[in-house]
T-cell receptor
Framework: EADIYQTPRYLVIGTGKKITLECSQT?????MYWYQQDPGMELHLIHY???????EKGDLSSESTVSRIRTEHFPLTLESARPSHTSQYLC????????????FGPGTRLTVT | SQQGEEDPQALSIQEGENATMNCSYK?????LQWYRQNSGRGLVHLIL?????REKHSGRLRVTLDTSKKSSSLLITASRAADTASYFC?????????????FGKGTKLSVIP
C-alpha cells in the first residue's frame, strides 16, 4: 500500500459551501498531482506541483485551487461548491526522475447537492 | 484527442482465461505505464515500459509496446476473480520538462469465477 492519504473519503455538501480536500504523503515525494475522475471515465489532471511553493494548473480547467506549503501536504480547495463539482478527486505523488510511477491515494468522492 | 484509445471498453472472461487489453496513442512517448483501479478506489501502478523496450513481464502480466504503430497491449494470464478491475494505460509524452501522465479511458475487466 502506498503511503498517501486522502480525507474525507466521502463528502456530501450543499451548494455554495467552501470545502477543502486533504492529501498527505509520507514518502518525501517532490511531485504531487490532483486528478478528477467521473464514474467509469478517464482521469483528468487538474493541478500539479513539483515542489514546495510550486503549483500549476493541469489540462482540465477547474475552479478549485491548491497550495503546497509543505512537501507532504497538497490540499485542494473549492471556495463555493456547485453540483457540477460532483466527482471523484484522486491525489497522487511521484518521486525523483521523469515519468516514474505515480502513487495514488484512495480518493475523495464528492457530491454537491 | 491526444489521450488515445483503449479497447475493449469492457471485457468479461472466465477465471483461468487470458485477458488482453490494448492501448493506442497519437504522440511520441517517453514511456507507457499500466495501472489498475478497483471499484471506487485509487490507482495502483502495475508496470512501466520505456519507448526503447518492446516487451516486459511482471508475474502474470506481459506488456508489449510497438512505437511504430503507437500501441501497447497488456496481457493477464490465468486470470483470477481478484483481477476484476479497470485497467488504464498512461503515457509520458516526449518533450523536455514534462512529468505529467496522460491517462486513457480504461478497460473494465470482469473475471467470472
Amino acid at each position: 500500500e502506498a503511503d498517501i492519504y486522502q480525507t474525507p473519503r466521502y463528502l456530501v455538501i450543499g451548494t455554495g459551501k467552501k470545502i477543502t480536500l486533504e492529501c498527505s504523503q509520507t514518502m518525501g515525494h517532490d511531485k504531487m498531482y490532483w486528478y478528477q475522475q467521473d464514474p467509469g471515465m478517464e482521469l483528468h489532471l487538474i493541478h500539479y506541483s513539483y515542489g514546495v511553493n510550486s503549483t500549476e494548473k493541469g489540462d482540465l480547467s477547474s475552479e478549485s485551487t491548491v497550495s503546497r506549503i509543505r512537501t507532504e501536504h497538497f490540499p485542494l480547495t473549492l471556495e463555493s461548491a456547485r453540483p457540477s463539482h460532483t466527482s471523484q478527486y484522486l491525489c497522487a505523488s511521484s518521486g525523483q526522475g521523469r515519468g516514474v510511477e505515480q502513487y495514488f491515494g484512495p480518493g475523495t468522492r464528492l457530491t454537491v447537492t | 484527442s491526444q489521450q488515445g484509445e483503449e479497447d475493449p471498453q469492457a471485457l468479461s472472461i472466465q477465471e483461468g482465461e487470458n485477458a488482453t487489453m490494448n492501448c493506442s496513442y497519437k504522440t511520441s512517448i517517453n514511456n507507457l505505464q499500466w495501472y489498475r483501479q478497483n471499484s471506487g478506489r485509487g490507482l495502483v501502478h502495475l508496470i512501466l515500459i520505456r519507448s526503447n523496450e518492446r516487451e516486459k513481464h511482471s508475474g502474470r502480466l506481459r506488456v508489449t509496446l510497438d512505437t511504430s504503430k503507437k500501441s501497447s497491449s497488456l496481457l493477464i494470464t490465468a486470470s483470477r476473480a481478484a483481477d476484476t478491475a479497470s485497467y488504464f494505460c498512461a503515457r509520458l509524452n516526449s518533450g523536455a520538462g514534462s512529468y505529467q501522465l496522460t491517462f486513457g479511458k480504461g478497460t473494465k475487466l470482469s473475471v467470472i469465477p
